[in-house]
C-alpha cells in the first residue's frame, strides 16, 4: 500500500522534472515573484492615449508581450532548424536586415522619402517573405544538401548579410510616412493592444495547426534524431532539413515586418543585433537540446518570453550600463543550466536519496 | 533529388553573385580606382600634376555617418580637382595594413588613414616614412608615434558632449531631470559624450533618472524609455548619444502620450546630425542635435595644399568645428548643408 | 567475502522511471572463472553490468571486490574508476571511436603520457593483435573495419589493460563461428591467468562451450547461481523463461515450411545491382513464401536485401511487383510496393532513440500515409497498444522512449512498425541478433504464421538453425556473389554449410 503510493509519488515528481515546460515556468513565476516583492506596480496596467489619440494599454507586462513577440516568433523557426538539422541559424539578425531592407525598397520605390507609398503594405509584404524565404533556401541548400555545419553554413549570410541589406537600397536610409505602416509595430486604431501581440499570436495558432495537423512534428524530429533511420522509414531528411529552413526564412520576413514598422525606418548595421543569440538562447531555455532531436515548441516560446522578461525586469532596475550583460550572463548561466537534462537527472536522484534515507530512519 | 541538387547549386551560385555583386558595389575591400578617378587618363596621370593619394577607411555600411564620410570623401578627392585617389575599405585592422602597404608599393603622395584599431600602425607607417610617403588621419587617431604622421583630423567628442550639455544649461530649467541612453560602452563617442554630462550633472545637482546602454540601437532605446515610463520616473530630458536612440526615446514617448520638442514637456537631444533628424528638430519635435562631423576632406585638402606649398603645419593634431543645432534657431539651408 | 572470489555483489537495487530493473540480485565471481550471465532481454542483465562498471549508480546493495588479497568495499562512480580498479569491460554496442586508428582505439585516455612516439604505440598495438591473433594493422582506421573486427579490438583494449575482472556483455553476437572460437580461446588464455571473466551472451551453446558457472536473472531478481555441468539445456531455458518450454521442439515439428502460391512472384528482380559492390543478382519471392539468404559475415547478404527496398543506390537490374514492372529507387518507394524492411543494425538503422514507442511504431504507416494525414493520438495509440500486445512488448507506456527498452523489445517494437504497414513483402535482416531465447522463438514462430496468412517473407540470420527452420529456400552468398539457392532436401547443415564453403569441392 505504501509502496504504491510512494511510487506514484515518485513517477509524479519525476514527470515533473522530466517535464521541459518546467524550467520556462519556473523562471517565469520567480522572475514574477521577485518583482512583486520588489515593487508591486510591476504589474500594473493602466489604460491610456498614445500622441495619435488612439487607446493604449502601457505597463511592464504589456511591454513584455510587445517586444518579445519578434523573439518569440524567431524561436518557432530556430526550435525547428534546431530539431531537424542539430545546429543554429545564427545569420536571423541579418535575415531580418534584409527583409526589412526589402519591404522598404518595394515601400518606397527608388525614393529614399516618399511622400506616398509606392506599393501596397501587403505586396511589398509578400515579395519581403519571398527573398527571406530564398535566403533561408540558401541556408538550407548548403546545410541540407552540400553537409555544411549549419552554424558555419549561415556565418556567410551573417557576415554578409547586413552589408546586403545596405545594398538593396543603395545605402540610403527609407523612412515611411505613411501613417498605416505603423500598425504592424505599434497599434491598431481603437485597439489597444500592441499588434506585434497579435501577430505572434497568429504565428504561434499557426505553427500549433501545423504541428497538429501535419507531420512536420514527427518528420523534423525523426530526421533530427536519426538521418538514416529516417531514410529507411521513407523519409527525405535533406529535403525536410531544407524545408526547415525555408519556414526559419518565414519567421525571419515576419520579424523585420513588425521591426521595420516600430520606426518606419532601419539602420542596417543595429536592426534585431544579436536577436540570433537571444533565439538560440530561447530555444535552450524551453529545455530543447541544441544538438538537436526532440522539441518541445512551448518551451521554446516561453523560453523567448523569459528573456524579456528579464531583459524588461534589468532595464526597471536601472543596472549598471557596463554591468548589464554580466547581470543577463548569470541569470542565463543559471537557467541554462537548471534546464540541462544533467541537471534534473542529479535531482532526480537527490530526492530519491532524500526518500530512501527517510524511509531507512 | 538530381532536380533538387541542382536547384541547390544554381540558388548557391546566384547567391554568390548577388553577394559579390553587393561586395563590389558598396563594401569593396579591394584597391579599385572608383569611377571618379577612372583610368582613362591613367598614363597621363603618372608625372603630371595629379596628386596620388591611398584612402584607407572604414566600411560604409557601418554607419549613415560613415557613409556621409566616405560620399565626402569620393567627391573631394576627383581628378576634377586633382587628384588621383585610390580607396580601400575595411572594419579589419589586418586588412587595413594590407591596403596600405600596397599604396605605399604603388608609390602614392598621400597616405589617409582612418584605422580600425588603434595599434599595430607602427611598422607600416614606418615603411611609408622611409618611402617618403605622407601620411595624414583622419576621423581616428592611432597609438604611433607623433613623427610617423604628419597631421591627425578628429572630433572630439568630450567637446561634442560639453557643447551640448552648455546649451542644456542654458535652457535654465527649474529642474534637470535626465534619461541618458549611452552608446555601446567604451567606444569613444560614449565615452566623450557621457563624460560630459555625468561631471556637468554631479556639478549642477542634475538629476539623471536612468542611464542605460542602447548600443546605439534604436529599438533598445525604445524599450528603455518604456521601462521609465512604465515605472511612472518623472524625466523631463533624453540625452541621447545618436540620432537612432533619440528616435526610440520619441517612439516610446509618442505612445504614451508625452508631449515632446519646443516648448514642450520633455526635451530631445540626440547627436550625428543625420538629416532626418534635422528635419526632425526643424519640425520642432526635437530640441538639440549635436554634429559629430564628417566631412574631413576639406581639412584634408587644406593640410594637402599646405604641405605641397612646402609650408609647416601649426599643429599635428587638428580638431574639427562641430556644431550644435538648436530646434529654435536651425534653418533648411542647415539641414541640407549639414545633414548626413 | 568468499575466499576465492575477486568480486561480489550483495543485494543491488537499481530503478529507473517507471521501472523496478533490479531487485535483491546478488553475483558471485571466483579468480580463474568464466561465469556465464544468463536472462530474457530487460531481465536485468544489462543494468547489473552497468551498476558494476559505475556506468549507473545502484540505489542499494555493496560491491566487493578483491585486490591483492585485501577484500575492499567499493562504489564506482565512473566506468573510469572501475577500470582502476580492475574492471574492464567490453559492451554489446561498440564504444570505440570509429574515426581513430585501431592502435589509438586501444591506448586512447590511458597512455598516462606514456606513449610519445606514434611509431612505438602502432608497434606496441601491433604485437598485442598478434598475438591474439586479429587480423587487422594498428594504422587502420576503426571505422573501416568489419563490426566483427571492431569487437576484437574491443576486447583486445580490455585485455590490454590490467585486469582481474573481464566482463563480456555480448561479444559475439556479431562474429562468425570461427572468430567466436578465437574469442574462446583467448577467453580461455585468461582464465587460466586468472582472470575471472562474466560473459553475457544469447547462445546457449557458447555458454557450455566456455562458461564453468551460469548465474541466471529473471524479470530483474535473481533466479540462482548453477554449475554449468550439472545445469541440462531445457532446464536453463526454462529457468530464464520462468515456465517448461518446449517451443522450440515446436518450431522444428511445423509443418514443414511456406513454399508458397505458384503464380506470379510477389516480387521479381533481374540483374539487379547497388553501389555496394555486390554482383548483379535474380531474385523472386512468391506470396505466401519464406526464403532467406545465408552466407559469413560480409558476404553481401544484408547488401542484397538492401538493394531490393532501394536502401542503397540501386545502379541496374529490372524490377516487378506482381508482374507490373515498377521503379524503386528509395525505400519510399519499396513502401509504397508494400515491402517493409527491418533492418540489421538496430541501433543505427532501426530505432528513433528518443521517440516513444507509439511514434516509434507509427512511424512507417504515418509517411507511407502522407505529411498532410496524421494520425489522431487515439488513433496512434490504439495502433502502439496492438503491436504492443501482439508481439507481447515489455515496455512502461507508450510514451517510453524506446531506448530505454531493453534491445530484444526494441527489435519487436520495430516489428510492430513494419508489421503496422500490413506489407505484402517483409524483409527481415538478423531479426534475432543480440535478443534472448524466448523472443528470438517468438519471432521465428511469427514469421511462419504471417507466411501462412500469405505474406512473403525474406529472412536472414546468421544462426543457420533458425533459417533452416523457417526458411523453405535458401539464397546462398559467397563473396558479394550468389552462389546457389538451396531448397527441399538439400535444406540441411552439412549442405548449407558446404555452399557457404564453395560447393565444387565435393
Given at each position: 500500500m505504501t509502496a504504491k503510493a510512494t511510487g506514484k509519488q515518485n513517477s509524479f515528481l519525476s514527470g515533473l522534472l522530466h517535464n521541459q515546460l518546467l524550467i520556462p515556468i519556473a523562471a517565469l513565476l520567480l522572475l514574477t515573484i521577485f518583482n512583486l516583492i520588489a515593487?508591486?506596480?510591476?504589474f500594473r496596467i493602466s489604460l491610456g492615449y498614445n500622441s495619435d489619440g488612439n487607446p493604449v494599454l502601457s505597463g511592464y507586462l504589456i511591454s513584455i508581450i510587445d517586444y518579445g513577440s519578434e523573439l518569440a516568433i524567431l524561436a518557432i523557426g530556430m526550435t525547428l532548424v534546431t530539431a531537424a538539422?542539430?545546429?543554429?541559424?545564427?545569420s536571423v539578425g541579418a535575415g531580418i536586415a534584409i527583409a526589412g531592407s526589402v519591404l522598404l525598397r518595394v515601400l518606397c520605390g527608388?525614393?529614399?522619402?516618399?511622400?506616398?507609398?509606392?506599393?501596397?503594405v501587403f505586396v511589398a509584404f509578400i515579395v519581403c517573405c519571398i527573398v527571406a524565404m530564398i535566403f533561408g533556401a540558401f541556408n538550407g541548400a548548403l546545410v541540407a544538401?552540400?553537409?555544411?555545419q549549419p552554424m558555419v553554413a549561415t556565418l556567410i549570410l551573417f557576415t554578409a548579410g547586413r552589408s546586403i541589406a545596405a545594398w538593396i537600397n543603395n545605402n540610403e536610409l527609407p523612412i515611411v510616412?505613411?501613417?498605416?505602416?505603423?500598425y504592424f509595430g505599434g497599434y491598431l486604431?481603437?485597439?489597444?493592444?500592441?499588434t506585434p501581440f497579435f501577430i505572434a499570436l497568429l504565428c504561434f495558432v499557426i505553427t500549433w495547426a501545423v504541428l497538429k495537423f501535419t507531420n512536420l512534428g514527427l518528420y523534423v524530429q525523426a530526421v533530427g534524431i536519426n538521418e538514416k533511420t529516417s531514410r529507411l522509414n521513407g523519409l527525405n531528411p535533406e529535403l525536410i532539413k531544407f524545408a526547415v529552413y525555408i519556414l526559419l526564412g518565414l519567421c525571419v520576413a515576419v520579424c523585420g515586418l513588425i521591426k521595420v514598422s516600430?520606426?518606419?525606418?532601419?539602420n542596417y548595421s543595429v536592426i534585431a543585433k544579436d536577436i540570433e543569440m537571444d533565439a538560440i538562447l530561447a530555444v535552450a531555455l524551453g529545455?530543447?537540446?541544441?544538438?538537436?532531436g526532440k522539441f518541445n515548441m512551448g518551451a521554446s516560446i516561453l523560453g523567448a518570453y523569459v528573456i524579456q522578461f528579464l531583459t524588461t525586469t534589468l532595464y526597471k532596475f536601472d543596472v549598471q550600463s557596463d554591468a548589464l550583460s554580466a547581470y543577463k550572463a548569470v541569470v542565463v548561466i543559471l537557467l541554462v543550466v537548471l534546464s540541462a537534462p544533467v541537471f534534473r537527472e542529479k535531482i532526480t536522484g537527490l530526492f530519491r536519496r532524500l526518500r530512501a534515507g527517510k524511509a531507512a530512519a | 533529388m538530381k532536380l533538387k541538387k541542382m536547384l541547390g547549386i544554381i540558388l548557391t551560385a546566384a547567391l554568390c553573385g548577388g553577394m559579390l555583386a553587393a561586395c563590389g558595389d558598396?563594401?569593396?575591400?579591394?584597391?579599385a580606382n572608383t569611377g571618379d578617378s577612372s583610368s582613362a587618363e591613367k598614363p597621363a596621370?603618372?608625372?603630371?600634376?595629379l596628386i596620388r593619394v591611398g584612402i584607407i577607411n572604414n566600411d560604409?555600411?557601418?554607419?549613415g555617418y560613415r557613409t556621409a564620410n566616405v560620399n565626402d570623401l569620393k567627391a573631394t578627392f576627383t581628378e576634377a580637382n586633382g587628384y588621383e585617389a585610390q580607396f580601400s575599405y575595411s572594419l579589419k585592422n589586418e586588412e587595413q595594413i594590407q591596403a596600405a602597404q600596397k599604396f605605399i608599393q604603388d608609390e602614392v603622395d598621400y597616405l589617409l588613414l582612418s584605422a580600425?584599431?588603434?595599434?599595430?600602425?607602427d611598422s607600416v607607417l614606418q615603411d611609408a616614412k622611409t618611402a617618403g610617403v605622407k601620411v595624414i588621419l583622419f576621423d581616428r587617431t592611432i597609438?604611433?608615434?607623433?613623427?610617423?604622421?604628419?597631421a591627425s583630423i578628429v572630433s572630439d567628442m568630450a567637446k561634442e558632449g560639453q557643447t551640448a550639455v552648455d546649451w542644456l544649461k542654458a535652457q535654465n530649467l527649474s529642474d534637470y531631470k535626465i534619461i541618458h541612453l549611452q552608446g555601446v560602452m567604451g567606444s569613444a563617442a560614449q565615452k566623450g559624450r557621457s563624460g560630459a554630462l555625468t561631471d556637468t550633472a554631479a556639478a549642477e545637482g542634475w538629476e539623471i533618472v536612468s542611464e542605460q546602454t542602447a548600443e546605439w540601437n534604436a529599438e533598445k532605446a525604445q524599450q528603455i524609455v518604456q521601462t521609465a515610463i512604465d515605472s511612472n520616473k518623472e524625466f523631463n530630458v533624453i540625452y541621447a548619444e545618436n540620432d537612432d536612440m533619440a528616435k526610440g526615446a520619441v517612439a516610446a514617448l509618442d505612445k504614451a502620450n508625452i508631449s515632446h520638442g519646443v516648448g514642450k514637456d520633455v526635451i530631445v537631444m540626440g547627436f550625428d546630425c543625420n538629416k532626418w533628424a534635422l528635419e526632425e528638430l526643424k519640425a520642432g519635435n526635437w530640441n538639440y542635435d549635436g554634429q559629430c562631423n564628417p566631412f574631413q576632406s576639406s581639412y584634408i585638402t587644406e593640410i594637402i595644399k599646405k604641405l605641397e606649398a612646402g609650408e609647416k603645419l601649426d599643429q599635428k593634431t587638428i580638431i574639427m568645428d562641430e556644431k550644435g543645432f538648436d530646434a529654435a534657431t536651425i534653418t533648411q539651408e542647415d539641414v541640407d548643408k549639414y545633414g548626413i | 567475502m568468499q575466499k576465492d572470489s575477486v568480486l561480489e555483489l550483495r543485494g543491488i537495487y537499481k530503478s529507473f522511471p517507471g521501472v523496478?530493473?533490479?531487485?535483491?540480485v546478488d553475483l558471485t565471481l571466483r579468480s580463474g572463472e568464466i561465469h556465464a550471465l544468463m536472462g530474457e532481454n530487460g531481465a536485468g542483465k544489462s543494468t547489473l553490468i552497468k551498476v558494476l562498471t559505475g556506468v549507473y549508480s545502484k540505489d542499494a546493495g555493496d560491491i566487493y571486490i578483491k585486490k591483492g588479497g585485501k577484500e575492499e568495499k567499493v562504489v564506482f562512480h565512473s566506468p573510469q574508476e572501475a577500470q582502476r580498479a580492475g574492471i574492464s569491460t567490453v559492451y554489446q554496442?561498440?564504444?570505440?571511436?570509429?574515426?581513430?586508428?585501431v592502435a589509438e582505439n586501444i591506448y586512447l585516455g590511458r597512455s598516462e603520457g606514456k606513449f610519445i612516439s606514434w611509431k612505438k604505440m602502432n608497434a606496441q598495438a601491433g604485437k598485442l593483435l598478434k598475438s591474439l591473433d586479429i587480423?587487422?594493422?594498428?594504422?587502420?582506421?576503426?571505422?573501416?573495419?568489419s563490426i566483427a573486427v571492431q569487437q576484437m579490438v574491443a576486447i583486445a583494449r580490455s585485455v590490454d589493460m590490467d585486469c582481474s575482472v573481464l566482463i563480456l556483455d555480448?561479444?559475439?553476437?556479431?562474429?562468425?563461428e570461427s572468430e567466436v572460437e578465437k574469442l574462446f580461446g583467448l577467453m580461455r588464455q585468461l582464465r587460466d591467468r586468472g582472470v575471472g571473466i562474466i560473459f553475457v551472451t544469447h547462445f546457449l551453446d557458447q555458454v557450455y562451450a566456455v562458461c564453468d558457472k551460469i548465474t541466471i536473472l529473471r524479470d530483474s531478481k535473481l533466479v540462482g547461481e548453477y554449475n554449468a555441468s550439472e545445469l541440462p539445456h531445457v532446464e536453463l531455458v526454462s529457468k530464464m523463461l520462468g515456465k517448461e518450454l518446449d517451443d522450440m521442439a515446436d518450431i522444428k515439428n511445423d509443418a514443414k515450411k511456406y513454399q508458397g502460391?505458384?503464380?506470379?512472384?510477389v516480387y521479381q528482380a533481374n540483374q539487379l545491382c547497388s553501389t555496394e559492390g555486390i554482383a548483379p543478382f535474380d531474385f523472386y519471392i512468391k506470396k505466401g513464401e519464406v526464403n532467406g539468404f545465408t552466407g559469413?559475415?560480409?558476404?553481401g547478404r544484408s547488401e542484397s536485401v538492401r538493394a531490393i527496398y532501394g536502401a542503397d543506390k540501386v545502379t541496374s537490374g529490372v524490377v516487378r511487383v506482381n508482374g507490373k514492372p515498377v521503379d524503386i529507387k528509395k525505400p519510399l518507394d519499396a513502401m509504397k510496393n508494400g515491402i517493409a524492411y527491418l533492418s540489421e543494425d538496430r541501433k543505427r538503422d532501426g530505432?528513433?532513440?528518443?521517440?516513444s514507442v507509439k511514434d516509434n511504431i507509427i512511424l512507417a504507416l504515418q509517411v507511407k500515409t502522407g505529411f498532410f494525414k496524421p494520425f489522431s493520438k487515439a488513433k496512434a495509440t490504439k495502433f502502439a497498444k496492438k503491436y504492443i500486445e501482439l508481439l507481447d512488448i515489455k515496455t512502461a507506456?507508450?510514451?517510453?522512449?524506446?531506448?530505454?527498452?531493453s534491445g530484444g523489445n526494441q527489435q519487436k517494437v520495430i516489428l510492430g512498425r513494419w508489421l503496422l504497414t500490413e506489407p505484402d513483402y517483409l524483409i527481415l535482416d538478423?531479426?534475432?541478433?543480440?535478443?534472448d531465447v524466448g523472443t528470438k522463438v517468438d519471432i521465428q514462430k511469427l514469421v511462419l504464421k504471417l507466411a501462412s496468412e500469405g505474406m512473403s517473407v525474406t529472412f536472414i540470420s546468421s544462426e543457420t538453425d533458425e533459417m533452416l527452420r523457417t526458411c523453405s529456400r535458401l539464397l546462398v552468398m559467397r563473396d558479394r556473389k550468389l552462389v546457389g539457392e538451396l531448397t527441399g532436401d538439400d535444406l540441411n547443415q552439412a549442405t548449407v554449410m558446404a555452399t557457404i564453403a564453395g560447393g565444387g569441392k565435393e
Open positions: 515593487d508591486p506596480s510591476f538539422s542539430g545546429g543554429q541559424d545564427i527608388t525614393e529614399s522619402r516618399p511622400e506616398t507609398l509606392q506599393a501596397p544538401f552540400f553537409k555544411i510616412s505613411e501613417k498605416s505602416f505603423t486604431p481603437g485597439i489597444p493592444i500592441p516600430r520606426l518606419s525606418t532601419i529545455g530543447n537540446a541544441l544538438s538537436g | 558598396s563594401s569593396s575591400t579591394g584597391t596621370s603618372t608625372g603630371t600634376d560604409p555600411n557601418e554607419s580600425a584599431d588603434t595599434a599595430g600602425w597609438d604611433a608615434s607623433e613623427d610617423l604622421y604628419e | 523496478k530493473a533490479l531487485q535483491n554496442e561498440i564504444s570505440l571511436c570509429p574515426n581513430l586508428s587480423p587487422v594493422e594498428p594504422t587502420q582506421q576503426l571505422a573501416s573495419c555480448e561479444p559475439t553476437s556479431s562474429l562468425d502460391d505458384s503464380a506470379t512472384p559469413l559475415l560480409g558476404s530505432i528513433i532513440g528518443d521517440l507506456s507508450v510514451d517510453t522512449p524506446i531506448k530505454s527498452l538478423e531479426p534475432t541478433r543480440g535478443i
